[in-house]
């Protein structure tokens, strides 16, 4: 077993090419500004700094691929009830159809490749300190087929208007709208989306994955280490301006955040983020947003459900909320190779069916925390660890639901391109009968390994 898994990692190595990840490069050279996403490892939100100079319009082309070997077993102390299948005649003679009900069982999991997933993107330079950037996922868990995830405009100076307008407010301001993932807490600088995968020092990431991507306009403003931001987007994951009988109104959100390098060696930050949804049918998206799929493919799936894309969501937690209100917290602390990122989330809402509100709002807790320690002359290595917790209920008289994962690993840069990593996770849910009567989470775990190749350029 161990062989086959050491043999399945060297190829997923190999399968992997060349991409882009320098070690806390906050410059802000043409090629920085045009992947600042990528341009560092904790890097949150783009530095601000000199716009480059502008001679014309500059495209530069970058993408990302992620492939994993998953080893992982599931069980559960769940009786999972029957199922019936329906097979349909397709010979000589009537068409009939047979029923046959069999006992539910988990899927059988083996030891194989996922399918590999794919990121394009395209950033251009369309004048002083003005840039656009575009992803597309050529290939993810949940489509296989190309998609759109989303592009957003930044505007960090005004010359194009004229030179030198506003310059004054410009040297601490910036101005960001799209239709892409919105600036709500720090988690999302570190998770991994969809093929992007080098900038989260392990395979998953955290069950309540706050992640959305909507129609927004951010305002920003820098001053010494301080940065601020507001922020407001319609609520909509599909966009569309048929009204109909939906309940739309606008997302608020906002994010306060102090990052200094305080000396040589050691470096703290710690943000506050907050955010609003206000519709019944937009808003809902926060833990749902991310339509790529997550890593930990078909855990806790029984021989009834549906499988292939339909189940891209395994290993997370979705709590359902419309009209919710958020708050995360992130501390981060780096010294020298020691590195340290926390997670605290409040979520509130009503577990709305439809248009039609629960009696009471139900709240749920979100704790997470990681420390690394990267090692190496050019800190190529790292080892590390990750706790994260759920619990909360779905309203005042609802059952409470936990679920607890804890991951262990580390990670190779193999080149400032190429990293390779190889982790232990483990995840728990409580039993009890809130999950489902006959539903695998019901005292579901899974564990096993897990080794990904990623690269980005």
């Excluded at 200094?260 to 049918?281: A, P």
């Excluded at 706790?387 to 936990?402: C, F, H, I």
């Excluded at 483990?426 to 564990?447: C, E, H, I, M």
């Amino acid at each position: 077993m161990k062989t086959m898994l050491m043999r399945a990692s060297m190829l997923a190595v190999i399968f992997a090419g060349a991409g882009l990840l320098n070690a806390q490069d906050t410059t802000t050279s043409m090629r920085d500004y045009l992947a600042p996403e990528k341009s560092a490892r904790n890097i949150f939100e783009d530095p601000k700094g000199a716009s480059p100079e502008f001679d014309g319009v500059k495209v530069s082309i970058g993408g990302d691929f992620a492939l994993q070997f998953q080893a992982i077993d599931h069980e559960t102390p769940t009786d999972l009830g029957n199922y019936t299948t329906i097979t349909t005649s397709t010979g000589p003679g009537p068409v009939t159809n047979t029923a046959v009900t069999r006992p539910n069982a988990l899927v059988v999991m083996g030891n194989d490749f996922n399918l590999p997933t794919a990121n394009l993107d395209v950033n251009a330079y369309l004048a002083k300190g003005v840039k656009m950037h575009l992803r597309t996922y050529l290939s993810a868990r949940h489509h296989n087929e190309a998609w759109v995830k989303g592009g957003y405009i930044q505007v960090d100076d005004l010359d194009f208007i004229s030179e030198g307008f506003a310059s004054n407010i410009m040297k601490y301001a910036r101005v960001k709208v799209g239709m892409d993932e919105i600036n709500y807490g720090d988690a999302h600088f570190r998770r991994t989306d969809n093929a992007e995968a080098i900038n989260n020092p392990f395979v998953g990431n955290y069950i309540m994955d706050s992640f959305t991507t909507e129609a927004f306009g951010e305002v920003y403003g820098f001053y010494n280490n301080f940065t601020a931001m507001l922020g407001v987007s319609n609520g909509k994951l599909n966009q569309t301006p048929v009204k109909g009988t939906n309940y739309n109104s606008p997302s608020v959100y906002a994010k306060v955040a102090w990052d200094k390098q305080i000396s040589e060696d050691l470096r703290v930050r710690l943000s506050g983020s907050f955010i609003q949804t206000n519709g019944l049918s937009s808003g809902g998206n926060l833990f749902s947003g991310d339509r790529a799929g997550s890593r930990y493919y078909y855990v806790l799936l029984t021989q009834a459900d549906a499988m292939g894309t339909a189940n891209y969501a395994t290993g997370r937690f979705n709590p359902g909320f419309k009209k919710v209100k958020a708050v995360q917290v992130n501390p981060f602390i780096k010294y020298n190779g020691l590195e340290f990122f926390g997670l605290y989330e409040y979520v509130s809402g009503n577990k709305a069916a439809g248009l039609t509100e629960r009696a009471t709002d139900g709240d749920y807790t979100q704790l997470g925390a990681e420390l690394l320690y990267r090692f190496g002359n050019k800190e190529q290595f790292y080892l590390g660890g990750r706790y994260n917790t759920v619990s909360g209920q779905d309203d005042e008289v609802s059952n409470e639901r936990k679920i607890e994962r804890f991951n262990v690993g580390g990670g190779w840069f193999m080149t400032k391109n190429v990293l390779a990593k190889v982790e232990y996770v483990s995840q728990n849910y409580n039993n009890d009968p809130v999950w489902g009567a006959t539903s695998a989470l019901r005292g579901g775990k899974f564990n096993g390994i897990m080794f990904e190749a990623t690269i980005g350029f």
